[in-house]
């Protein structure tokens, strides 16, 4: 038995309707779920790595989490870019550029996005520093609000690495969008970096003219 088909058989074993049902209120009924809660899921996902970890090779976990995408339930989506992250961390290629964006934009909602946003393009571009002024332009340039939203928050996880003038020119960029969740990724962008630089993201929001939920998002920290 293989990965996919023994944590398919997992999840359908332990699906809960009641669960199912609140969680995908919760995610506004876009996906179904199994209704498997995340300290359970990672303990299955857990138990399964450690039963087919030599199968999990580069090549074969981009396989496994390009055909978990493709399925409907939400789980699989979390365990997709899970195992990218632990088993790609480090060993991305530079073409995994386009299979991260295929990540971003597809089956796409904030609490995939921002996972992907901070754990693999962020990770990527670490690797592959040349690499952030292509992406990121292309991201934030394009039309698709999830991959603006990554160009955004690619650099949460990069505290004094941070490039402080790419984040400010990016919130720029967007700062007159209505889009709830651009105005949310700006003000988290800022405020993760205040904890390394208040002063210097103070001064930004203080001449900026943000909405005022990015605004407000953004200062939390410091007022």
Wanted: aromatic fraction near 12%.
């Amino acid at each position: 038995m293989d990965f996919i088909t023994s944590l398919l058989l997992k999840f359908e074993k332990q699906a809960n309707e009641t669960e199912a049902k609140a969680m995908k209120v919760y995610l506004k009924n876009l996906f179904p779920l199994y209704g498997i809660k995340a300290p359970i899921r990672k303990a299955f996902l857990k138990e399964l790595i450690n039963d087919f970890k030599d199968q999990l090779t580069r090549n074969n976990v981009i396989e496994i989490a390009t055909i978990l995408y493709q399925k409907p339930q939400r789980e699989l989506h979390y365990c997709a870019i899970e195992i990218v992250d632990r088993f790609i961390k480090k060993k991305y290629e530079i073409s995994d550029i386009d299979f991260i964006k295929k990540l971003i934009i597809t089956n796409s909602w904030w609490d995939s996005v921002d996972f992907i946003a901070k754990h693999i393009l962020g990770n990527y571009l670490l690797q592959y520093p040349d690499q952030i002024q292509t992406v990121v332009n292309t991201f934030s340039s394009s039309k698709n609000m999830w991959l603006n939203r990554s160009a955004i928050l690619f650099q949460l996880g990069y505290k004094d690495k941070t490039n402080a003038t790419l984040l400010f020119s990016l919130c720029d960029q967007h700062k007159f969008s209505d889009k709830f969740f651009i105005k949310k990724a700006i003000g988290w962008a800022l405020r993760e970096y205040s904890k390394v630089n208040p002063e210097s993201v103070k001064h930004y929001v203080s001449q900026a003219k943000l909405k005022p939920l990015s605004q407000k998002e953004a200062l939390k920290r410091i007022l």
